[in-house]
């Protein structure tokens, strides 16, 4: 017989906690006690990192924590319930019923099943209420498997078979049960709608959306189907449903995935929280744009997102840096791929490779000359799509797929008004914002079939090429040449302290915005036709700093592993081929568990070898490579000699605060093929 998800020595009703940090390590606790974490801190460790990635809060007193991970042995839900409320992240205060869920590493489905299904029943007022009201472990365990829980959870629990919340008692129905259930009062045909709900994380809001959303529709009288297109894939709803559909609801925070299955239909077009908090208005929305479509006019899915339903009510500054991050994480393979075969090129012929004729016209099969030239010169063609690219996929981030053509026209002319990254950023801004002002425009029903094709991508081309040449373009060109310049002039003292920066900034968030913002910026420097000595050496300085981090932690559990668990052991051995190659992520699992040690012993680090770099004049033509492209670097033995200082002061740092914590870390059973958490998945380049 399988084991229950949750058994009563799972639950605590009377959870003392005050962080969210606390709350994890006292449910994760009980999971080590019943045998299902093998080892405490290594899968708090995952939990933290997947806490980092975006708060698990949910509206209404709820936190879910979760992961997956290698220490877990079987689908585990723990339950706590707290008197004062615990933080964690969500926008109307502290959570008093938490929930930590763990999945074994690899195992997706049973991971999203628990999740989608818990999510579901936190939509229910009488699921939440029960369990604040409930005084009994066993009874509060049973009511979360969903079986009556008036009766006493027993030894026989054992014996139940596995199941996520809310299985096998009604959550509200299926998408199916909410669609037939609907019919209106006076007999007549329902009112149908299909509807698709989806959040960046996939799980929690998406599923919590379709809850609410059927509902809603359920009520009133609607018929509803809802595809949600979560982390596992999606199910498509049937087309016939969609053909027979009277109206569209998305409730989204990302891309609807083949959209253009709904074509033609009445859409309302919101985001995740929209569809969480009111769902009958999106309804009643849906219904007013059914009535004023003419039967048969064709109609797009106008991006009608404003207010809460636009921007899940983040503040600017969260959606500003959601849309850069999303233009640089487009870009960075791009950088990747050429900036290597641009090093190979040089490695090959040397850099005077970049004078090289065409290959196209001149290319000897035996010559190792031509071969370094062709190198060069697909990389230099990667190269050229940089600020295209990261113009276009802001864009992208701001209005979805109608931003990518003046995107990537604005980031064009970037490059031919010698605007440079700056001018990228600011014509993926633009065009992003020319996008959403067009949406924004109600046109006649008969126009609306060529809004997306030709319209938008017609005028919003137009305005932003406008913009670029005659307006806007000058100044930032003008700009970016008096960066250029500047940075040119800075030499002694103020070059150290731009070696600083840089190493600060490459080691804060480990591969996060500020990490990406750096790198992007040294980057877009080198990625020209003849790039100046002071953009060489910004590249060297942030590849240098990027490579401290888990460098020092792969030392760090060398040289004094008992202050260690033994996961962070094991992820130390895969430090030093992570930090060697230049990915900064190593060093994630060591944050992660241990934040306030960690990341300041890093970014010391990162700051020494960035002014050390700076003051040896180190140099670097290549983007990425860590210690395989050292050959490429000017003064390449100063600049290890500055790598190894960073990496012994980040060492010595971390290694005298976690001396002085007072705790040693908890023993960890040995567990045999343990693998260090993210080191399968650390990407290429900082990411």
């Avoid at 999510?119 to 009874?139: I, P, V």
């Avoid at 276009?392 to 440079?420: E, H, K, N, Q």
């Avoid at 670097?633 to 600049?639: C, K, T, V």
């Avoid at 971390?654 to 007072?662: A, D």
Wanted: with cysteine; proline share 6%; net charge negative.
């Amino acid at each position: 017989m399988n084991t229950p998800l949750i058994t009563a020595d799972l639950v605590d009703l009377d959870l003392t906690a005050g962080t969210k940090d606390e709350a994890a390590r006292a449910l994760a606790r009980r999971m080590v006690a019943a045998g299902r974490v093998t080892d405490l801190d290594g899968f708090l460790a995952d939990v933290a990192a997947r806490e980092a990635q975006m708060p698990t809060g949910l509206e209404g007193g709820i936190g879910i924590p979760h992961c997956r991970s290698t220490h877990v042995t079987r689908p585990t839900l723990a339950f706590g319930r707290s008197a004062r409320g615990i933080d964690f992240g969500a926008a109307d205060g502290p959570a008093t019923l938490v929930f930590l869920i763990a999945a074994p590493a690899g195992a997706d489905q049973d991971h999203l099943s628990i999740l989608s299904a818990l999510a579901r029943d936190l939509m229910r007022a009488e699921f939440t209420d029960a369990l604040r009201a409930e005084t009994s472990a066993a009874r509060a365990a049973a009511l979360i498997r969903g079986e009556d829980p008036q009766a006493e959870a027993t030894d026989a629990d054992a014996d139940t078979t596995d199941e996520a919340p809310g299985e096998s008692h009604e959550t509200g129905g299926t998408a199916d049960d909410a669609a037939d259930s609907g019919t209106d009062r006076d007999g007549a045909e329902p009112f149908r709608i299909v509807a698709v709900t989806s959040c960046p994380t996939g799980i929690a809001h998406t599923y919590m959306a379709a809850e609410s959303l059927e509902r809603a529709a359920q009520a009133e009288g609607v018929r509803i189907h809802v595809e949600t297109q979560g982390s596992a894939g999606f199910e498509r709803l049937d087309p016939a449903v969609i053909a027979a559909a009277d109206a569209v609801i998305f409730a989204h925070d990302v891309e609807v995935r083949e959209r253009d299955r709904f074509a033609g239909k009445p859409t309302v077009d919101v985001g995740v929280k929209a569809g969480i908090n009111r769902p009958a208005e999106l309804i009643a929305e849906a219904r007013r744009r059914a009535a004023e479509t003419p039967a048969g006019a064709p109609t797009t899915a106008p991006m009608d997102r404003t207010g809460e339903s636009a921007d899940n009510g983040d503040g600017f500054g969260t959606r500003l840096r959601t849309w850069l991050m999303t233009g640089v994480s487009y870009m960075v393979p791009f950088v990747a791929a050429g900036g290597l075969m641009i090093a190979l090129g040089f490695a090959l012929g040397g850099y005077e490779i970049s004078d090289a004729p065409s290959v196209a016209d001149h290319f000897v099969w035996t010559e190792a000359h031509s071969w370094a030239a062709l190198l060069f010169q697909i990389g230099g063609a990667a190269f050229g799509f940089l600020i295209p690219v990261l113009a276009g996929y802001i864009a992208y981030g701001m209005a979805d797929r109608p931003g990518l053509v003046p995107g990537f026209v604005g980031g064009a002319i970037a490059i031919t008004i010698d605007a440079g990254f700056l001018g990228g950023l600011a014509a993926g801004l633009v065009a992003g914002a020319v996008v959403r002002a067009i949406q924004r425009v109600n046109v006649p029903a008969p126009l609306r079939g060529i809004m997306p094709v030709v319209v938008i991508p017609l005028l919003s081309s137009a305005i932003v090429g406008f913009l670029m040449f005659i307006v806007i373009g000058k100044p930032i060109a003008s700009a970016q040449s008096g960066l250029t310049d500047w940075l040119e002039g800075l030499s002694g003292s103020n070059a150290v302290l731009l070696g600083v920066l840089l190493g600060l900034m490459m080691c804060f968030d480990l591969g996060g915005p500020v990490n990406k913002v750096a790198y992007a910026f040294a980057t877009g420097g080198i990625a020209v036709a003849d790039p100046s000595e002071t953009s060489l050496k910004i590249m060297a300085t942030v590849m240098a700093a990027g490579m401290v981090p888990p460098l020092a932690m792969a030392l760090a559990t060398t040289v004094r592993g008992k202050l260690f668990t033994k996961t962070e052991k094991e992820n130390g051995k895969a430090a030093w081929v992570l930090g060697a190659s230049f990915i900064s992520e190593g060093a994630i699992p060591f944050a992660a568990a241990d934040p306030l040690r960690v990341i300041p012993s890093a970014m010391a680090g990162g700051a020494v070898t960035g002014a050390l770099t700076m003051a040896f004049d180190n140099t670097l033509r290549a983007p990425h490579g860590g210690v395989f492209v050292v050959p490429l670097i000017g003064s390449p033995f100063l600049y290890l000699i500055a790598i190894a200082a960073g990496t012994a002061v980040s060492t010595a740092l971390v290694i005298l605060l976690k001396s002085r914590r007072g705790t040693k870390p908890a023993a960890a059973p040995e567990a045999a093929g343990t693998t260090a958490p993210g080191a399968a998945a650390a990407a290429p380049v900082p990411a």
